[in-house]
């Protein structure tokens, strides 16, 4: 027998130590002083462009800068035409759609709803000069607006109405002499004010951001990382990283945490296994929208009540717009808990003329994911709730002309009238309009990826390990410990443990009480 | 009656070890199930692993220690009193029949014991062992990676561990109630402690 006991126990402790060791993740060096080190040095523009005689003259007309830009920077104006910044459009491949070109330019949400017809206005954030309609030159390089994203003087600004033009107040040589990398203030000036105003359309991207702490964002805190937009929105030949699934569809060309961080930051080897199915971004938001409130309901049924005849606006005590005559009543959030999804990195959307589900709400863009999907992870997003012009008989969402520089154009933020706005946005788009028209349920979902807090204040595991009411209780296609339990095992368990002590209490009972009477009756 | 060491200095450390392991486990693992909140989920998770690895370690002592004493030969099943052993539990016990079956050094185990603890060393304690390690080196199913040891998710293992969980509840309980019915209420759990045990004299050799 002891022959085999010495081999039996190294066998055993071998086997413990192999299980361990094929199976321990490597977590990675400690990357965030690194980075913290890396991203300190902030870059300084390579040359003064206040130098070159070419810029030392006055501008009449902003094409006349472009021009100017690319007598220097050959070539670089092809890269920014093939970009969706351009086009407000990319090539994507849709499951089970195939390959559609989709983007601003031709789909629909559920805010503003639309630019066509409406360019003159939402265009003003378009990186080119003059599409305010649909006969933009696309083609036409002294279109581009360089200054959008180049200006370094904090003084360029476009006009509101403007169809993308500077507004008249700018004076373009001194723009184009402080030209540089693209600053927050670039980004921001359209990113931060999607759908309308400040915060309206993400939730995490808003004008807080400009300058903040690291509470609200440890990357873009001045006293964080002080990042600006591009060190994680890297670019190559102008075609940036990251992109918002509200348009796109295909699992590319992402900026992600991992870039910088790693898949596996944690010294915790259990959290790092975390990550396999839950982005970083699900416990390291735990809330969005926290300094300006972001819009999480849009009701356009009831829009046009006017005052006297003329449209108003009703605010709430912190500003926010509760009513507006010209785009009806809103919902606003502010620390707002994310919802969660699946999501694999690709997206299918409502195109443009599509026949509605008869499931209500209509997804204006859905997320693809499930925990079967190796791809998938738990993200949080922000999902925007709303009622929007329909056509009942179509089936159809409708493209409305809202914006109108006169009364008598069409624009129902003019006219109020929903049958003329609404033919005239649809003959636009080249689809039929019923002459009925009525408001239906839509959700929009907007992965969270910014307000990324300090990691004290992560998610913590009991807000999904927990039985009741967890972030993620919604999903439920996948067993989590803490959360779930088998009725059977559960039954049978408590049942075993309950039928035992009811055993041993009997048992003990009888035993107690035939030996009292045996005492009793053995004394005299 | 004389004393004798029935439980030596090992066995008596392996013993309440496990004990404390034991019900350290099921206090960790019964918060991680959602049962109850003691340490912090995330410190129970931890906790529990740590107590895990010492369990396993343990066992490959105890393993030696069966091995090279012959101490296994306490648990191979035998029929002989099975059933007025039995019978002891069941009716015995409430008359103050005297034990079936006289416990020596050789022979700690009665019939019944014997049969427990061999399922439970070789049933429970396993599966938990196993199931345990599946559950703590659990991989997602992902692209590119191993697919040999390919579980579609945790449910499977964590039942099946959450399962011997209860049942090993049940047996504690069992376990500390059967320790009263000795000679005396206590003079099970004083043996445990101090190894020495008052037995009825031989009246001629022991089996074994």
Redesign the interface.
Known sequence: ??R??IP??AL??TA?FY??SI?STDPGPDGVAALKAKYAVKAKPSVDHAKFTQLQRTFRRPQEVTAACIDCHNGRHTEVMQSSHWNWEREEFIEGRGIRYVGKKNILNNFCIGINTNEQSCNKCHIGYGWGDKGFDFSDALNVDCLACHDNSETYMKKSGGAGMPDPAVNLTVVAQKVGRPTRTNCGTCHFFGGGGNNVKHGDLEKALFDTDREVDVHMGSDGANLECVACHTAEKHQMLGKVYSLSSMNRDRSTCEQCHTATPHE?E?IN?HV??VACQTCHIPEYAKVNSTKLAWDWSTAGKLKEGEPYEELDSLGNILYASIKGTFTWGRNVKPEYVWFNGTASHYLTGDRVPDTAPIPMNTLHGS??D??AKIIPVKVHRALQPYDPVNRTIIQPKTYAANKGEGGFWKDFDWNTSIRTGMAYVGLPYSGQYTFARTEMYWPVNHMVSPKGKAV???EC???ENGRIANLKD?????????AA?EL???G??V???L??GI??G??IV??RK?SSGARP | MKKILVYNRFNRLWHWSQTVLILFLALTGFE???SL?FF???QA??LH?TAAYLF?ILI?FA??WH??T?QWRQYIPTRENLRAQAEY?ITG????APHPTRKSALTKLNPLQRLVYLALKMLVIPVMVVSG?LYM?Y?????GAIKSLRL????DV??LH??G???L??FV??HV?LI?TGHTPTSNLKAMITGYEEVEEEEGKERM
């Open positions: 027998m002891k085999f006991i039996l126990l055993a402790i413990v299980v361990a199976t915790n259990v296994e396999v199915k925990y079967d190796p791809d913590g595991c009991t390990h927990t039985r996948f067993y989590m410990p803490g959360r779930d339990t088998n095992v049978f368990g408590t075993a443990i039928m035992t002590l055993g041993v048992h003990a009888v035993r035939l030996s045996r | 991680i199930h959602g909140t912090g989920f995330a998770v931890s692993n396993l490959a393993i030696f091995f090279t012959g539990y016990i409430f008359r103050n390690l080196y991989r997602y199913p992902q692209s579609d998710g945790l449910e964590a039942l959450t399962a969980a209860f049942f509840i049940a309980i069992a109630y009263t």
